[in-house]
């Protein structure tokens, strides 16, 4: 099955309304691409984290992709979901745990270093022998999905695996 008949469903088109906001992006794409009636939009996750790290006595601005999971696991709008995040502990693993994934219809978010300690997120929706297909949330990026090689990918991380959120609907 190719490329776009396994992701012919996806959201490409949800961007993050706030520089802030590539984690609840993705996480919102990654929803509606297994549930496309979904009420839960960006705002509603940032809303929900924002109250869960108040709760647990951390500061929301510090969000990761294994907080998001935790919300996840107990937030009622996402019932339909089973989370499993994790660091690959390097680019091979990641390599072959993302491929598997999407081979089995999973997009995988996955933490990209973009300088200064800072991160934004990717949900890798496809890939073939060179390059991984990405769904970038930032507005700015076009066209969405975009390809990112595979050895682009690799130099970025490093050689580094990094953290990855994958949905599944139970």
């Given at each position: 099955?190719?490329?776009?008949?396994?992701?012919?469903?996806?959201?490409?088109?949800?961007?993050?309304?706030?520089?802030?906001?590539?984690?609840?992006?993705?996480?919102?794409?990654?929803?509606?691409?297994?549930?496309?009636?979904?009420?839960?939009?960006?705002?509603?996750?940032w809303n929900a984290f924002v109250k869960y790290c108040a709760a647990k006595n951390r500061n929301p601005t510090?969000?990761?992709?294994?907080?998001?999971?935790?919300?996840?696991?107990?937030?009622?709008?996402?019932?339909?979901?089973?989370?499993?995040?994790?660091?690959?502990?390097?680019?091979?693993?990641?390599?072959?745990?993302?491929?598997?994934?999407?081979?089995?219809?999973?997009?995988?978010?996955?933490?990209?270093?973009?300088?200064?300690?800072?991160?934004?997120?990717?949900?890798?929706?496809?890939?073939?022998?060179t390059n991984f297909y990405v769904h970038d949330p930032d507005p700015h990026a076009v066209p969405n999905p975009?390809?990112?090689?595979?050895?682009?990918?690799?130099?970025?991380?490093?050689?580094?695996?990094?953290?990855?959120?994958?949905?599944?609907?139970?």
């Open positions: 099955m190719s490329f776009q008949e396994k992701l012919e469903n996806f959201p490409f088109s949800i961007r993050q309304v706030n520089e802030n906001f590539c984690i609840p992006a993705s996480v919102e794409a990654v929803t509606k691409y297994f549930k496309r009636d979904s009420n839960v939009n960006q705002e509603y996750i510090n969000i990761n992709l294994a907080w998001m999971k935790e919300l996840i696991d107990v937030d009622p709008a996402f019932r339909w979901a089973e989370s499993r995040d994790g660091g690959a502990k390097d680019f091979h693993t990641l390599f072959e745990y993302s491929k598997k994934g999407i081979d089995d219809r999973f997009p995988h978010i996955i933490s990209v270093p973009i300088g200064n300690g800072r991160y934004h997120m990717l949900t890798i929706v496809g890939y073939d022998k975009h390809t990112i090689s595979i050895n682009q990918l690799q130099s970025i991380l490093s050689d580094k695996g990094t953290d990855y959120l994958v949905l599944y609907p139970k």
